[in-house]
């Protein structure tokens, strides 16, 4: 891009890029991949369509950032508990406590993140379905510290038989207030990781 001699170069405005990705998320949880366009996107971000393409080349480049920032915030977040919780029951709640909480709070974005990621290119698909991998590696490794009666496949399947409770509550409405949602899906998760639910 050329600018007029002295002035001088244009940078990207955050706040843009941060209102395209908002309506990145609310267009798709609402329309689906297929149903969102780069246009629609602009619209609801108050961006020109030829501004949008300042920030994103495509409608997926859009997605892999929304969803790289969803599961780095994850990761980040995992390795502070990790470090800082040395307690391994406590560092579960923790990251129990955690995964709700993105569940509950950003609902929009993970209901996008994990009915979308098919619609990704397949390099970025496998690159992010990787940090996935990561981040519930330390769930499992922390659950076989607890219950050593669980070899690492049994582990593994628990563990994610205990995001999955979590997660199942963006696939259907639920009349709950948050903070009863928050500890509804609390306890079954503690439940299915076979940890006390009274604690």
Not at 99 to 127: I, K, M
């Amino acid at each position: 891009m050329t600018t007029q001699a002295g002035s001088p170069p244009r940078t990207r405005d955050p706040a843009r890029k941060e209102r395209i990705l908002e309506a990145a998320a609310d267009l798709v949880a609402r329309n689906g991949f297929h149903g969102a366009s780069m246009a629609d996107i602009g619209v609801e971000a108050g961006i020109t369509g030829s501004g949008i393409y300042r920030h994103f080349d495509s409608k997926a480049a859009i997605l892999v950032a929304l969803f790289d920032r969803v599961i780095d915030g994850l990761l980040r977040e995992e390795q502070e508990i990790e470090r800082g919780v040395p307690d391994m029951g406590r560092a579960l709640d923790r990251l129990v406590a955690a995964q709700v909480e993105f569940v509950v709070a950003d609902r929009r974005v993970a209901q996008v993140y994990f009915s979308e990621l098919h619609n990704l290119p397949e390099q970025d698909r496998l690159r992010l379905r990787g940090k996935q991998r990561r981040y519930l590696e330390v769930w499992v490794r922390l659950l076989l510290e607890l219950r050593p009666e669980l070899d690492e496949v049994e582990a593994r399947v628990v563990v994610h038989a205990a995001t999955g409770a979590i997660q199942s509550t963006l696939f259907h409405s639920s009349a709950m207030s948050h903070d009863r949602l928050r500890a509804t899906l609390t306890t079954a998760a503690r439940a299915v990781l076979g940890e006390p639910v009274d604690g």
